[in-house]
């Protein structure tokens, strides 16, 4: 019988710097731990084949190396995320700094159950006020069907500083997500929080956010359900709810958050946020490439 719900591992690990075959042996440890615990998919922090690090800008040098560090679709490393998910039937959203002919990406590599990349993204709102100028913004947001126990879902995926946009979760909404991945490293606060929050509410989606444990970060891995009104049976009433799944502390760990899919579909079908109530042709304006004061920063890039 086909599974009614999808189980999302949130890997909330502390990086191995410098060591890159530490850092795959600890993530294939962590794989493993996850499937024995029944999860469909297992979501990384963000870029973790190096750990979220940068170097000095004006440290020629530095750059070189840390460059040399990225990997791509074809390097050993992913091949053998590859391969451990089709011996595990295990998707795993993997990421890495990803070497491309220019400037390198902020990515994240969903890997579906049979070991094949289905989707690869690279982060599009870096943070071009600090040490993300060293990388190339991605150039748009993709959502792919993963096939999985609990049937085909729709996935797309958004990286840590996307998430403060409300664009970001609105496009993957539009183009189909039903959950979205967030691969993330930075101090988690209620601000943070709360914007997660309206971005699973607003475009009814649910929402896996996996970040570093302390002290690299401070943990607070989370998943969403995407379901802000419900059946509340303390309350035996229809109202709000609690959309969280679960929250970790700030200790490492595999958090498991379980998705009811067809309860979320039904939702969906019937409630009024997501694309149901819009109206697009009165948003001209967010199409507008110009920045006006007091918004106007000059290391921005559009």
């Known amino acids: 019988m086909e599974k009614q719900g999808l189980r999302i591992a949130l890997m909330q690990l502390r990086a191995v710097p410098g060591d890159q075959s530490a850092a ?37 040098a530095a750059v070189r190396r840390w460059r040399d560090e990225a990997v791509t679709l074809d390097d050993p490393p992913i ?28 990515a994240v590599t969903v890997i579906d159950r049979h070991g094949r990349a289905v989707l690869t993204y690279g982060k599009v709102h870096t943070c071009d006020f600090s ?24 996935v797309g ?9 409300p664009e970001s ?3 993957l909404m539009l183009k189909g ?33 996996a970040n570093y444990a302390s002290p690299d970060q401070n943990g607070r891995s989370t998943a969403i359900d995407g379901m802000a009104y419900g059946w509340v049976e303390e309350a035996q009433d229809y109202r709000a709810r609690d959309m969280t799944l679960v929250q970790a502390g700030e200790e490492e760990g595999v958090f498991l958050g379980d998705f009811d899919l067809g309860a979320l579909r039904a939702y969906r079908a019937r409630e009024t946020w997501g694309n149901a109530f819009r109206k697009p042709g009165r948003y001209a304006a967010m199409l507008d490439e110009r920045v006006e004061q007091p918004f106007v920063r000059p290391e921005s890039r559009r």
Request: charged share 25%; net charge negative; with cysteine.
């Open 79 to 106: 091949l053998r995320m590859q391969g451990l998910a089709k011996e595990l039937s295990l998707a795993i959203a993997t990421t890495y700094l990803e070497r491309t002919a220019a400037l390198p990406r902020n």
């Open 131 to 154: 040490d993300e100028c060293l990388l190339a913004p991605g150039d748009g947001f993709a959502v792919a069907t993963l096939d999985t126990a609990a049937g085909p879902v729709a």
């Open 169 to 171: 979760a609105r496009v």
């Open 24 to 60: 795959w042996m600890k993530a294939e440890a962590a794989c493993r731990a996850a499937a024995r615990r029944g999860a469909d998919l297992a979501l990384f922090p963000e870029m973790w084949n190096i750990g979220y690090r940068f170097p000095d800008p004006g440290d020629q």
């Open 177 to 209: 997500a039903e959950i979205i991945l967030v691969p993330n490293a930075c101090p988690w606060d209620r601000h943070r929080e709360n914007q997660l929050q309206s971005r699973a509410f607003e475009n009814m989606v649910g929402i896996a956010l």
């Open 157 to 165: 995926a958004m990286i840590c500083y996307d998430r403060e946009f």
